[in-house]
């Protein structure tokens, strides 16, 4: 267990800490350029959790937009998670082991896209037993380099240009598909690459939300591929 997690804590702090950390960084600088207050950046992180929703979060709050809208914005684009929450914790075998309702919803919060694919596209190369601890090794390594990149981008980037602050934002998903690309299993394989055609194709018929309707669409193959056409 103490293994699984120091090398959890290794995987936190390296390239996905990385990639994650540099996302901070644009958005750090986009909450400074908002004016939006350091501890309710940070705020916004922890309990948030997910880039679209703390953009949205800093979007809607800079323009004076009203609770509802806001809970109602931030709701829709955090509700995708709960199925990656579900999943990772399926993975983990959560319900097997003999942990308290307090301490899953504690670790649930911290399952990124990151440290699910992590957990969930190299099932080989770690025990399900050791899973759950492994996670928390990469959830906490995870947090700490996003605290860093958002204080980095906050105090340091944050009089750059809105095209400039943009940029490190697209490191957390350029970094996922190159790690779903090396994934084992092939229903990750063909999720990912239908996303990025259905999103090819919807983008110039729907405009922004062609991100939505595209990994919506994506699950269709990868459940076909995994159910009919096993090796």
């Known amino acids: 267990m103490k293994i699984a997690f120091k090398n959890g804590l290794k995987k936190g702090f390296g390239l996905p800490g990385f990639a994650m950390g540099s996302a901070m960084i644009g958005f750090g600088a986009l909450a400074f350029e908002s004016n939006l207050d350091f501890l309710v950046a940070i705020a916004s992180m922890l309990f948030l959790w997910s880039m679209p929703a703390m953009i949205l979060f800093v979007t809607l709050i800079s323009s004076g ?29 959560v319900n097997s082991k003999n942990i308290s309702f307090y301490d899953k919803i504690f670790w649930a919060q911290w399952v990124s896209p990151t440290g ?12 399900k037993n050791d899973l759950y601890s492994n996670f928390k090794g990469i ?5 700490v380099m996003c605290f860093f990149g958002l204080s980095i981008g906050y105090f340091i ?4 240009s809105k ?11 350029l970094y996922l598909i190159i790690l779903m690309l090396n994934a084992k299993e092939r229903i990750y394989i063909i999720t990912i690459i239908s996303s990025a055609v259905f999103l090819i194709l919807l983008y110039p018929i729907i ?25």
């Open 157 to 160: 980037f944050g009089n750059l």
């Open 116 to 127: 699910w694919t992590l957990i969930a596209t190299n099932p080989d190369k770690i025990s």
């Open 207 to 231: 405009d922004n939300w062609s991100i939505l309707l595209s990994g919506i669409l994506s699950a269709i193959p990868g459940y076909i591929s995994e159910k009919y056409f096993k090796s």
């Open 65 to 93: 937009a009203s609770l509802i809208l806001m809970f109602t914005s931030i709701f829709l684009a955090n509700v995708r998670t709960l199925f990656m929450v579900l999943s990772a914790f399926l993975n983990m075998k």
């Open 163 to 173: 095209e400039l602050i943009s940029i490190p934002i697209f490191f957390i998903p």
């Open 139 to 143: 959830a906490i390594g995870l947090v």
